[in-house]
């Protein structure tokens, strides 16, 4: 979650997810640092580039092999 601090009174949380949809070497490395952190990622297999990869990784990767 991002929290902001806008009167100093009052703190507002927003959840925050990655969406990914296509994408290069970037977004590769874009997914894997939200994850080091925490943050979701929602992949739409069939979008071409990086997303193609990071379906098929997870479909065919055992549980224990999985982060």
Do not use: W
């Not at 894997?32 to 297999?45: E, I, L, W």
């Amino acid at each position: 979650m991002i929290c902001s601090d806008v009167t100093n009174e009052s703190v507002q949380q927003v959840n925050v997810v990655n969406l990914v949809l296509n994408g290069d070497n970037h977004t590769l490395e874009t997914v894997t640092r939200a994850m080091d952190y925490g943050t979701p990622s929602v992949v739409v297999k069939g979008s071409k580039g990086v997303a193609e990869f990071i379906s098929y990784e997870v479909n065919n990767t055992t549980d224990s092999q999985k982060r």
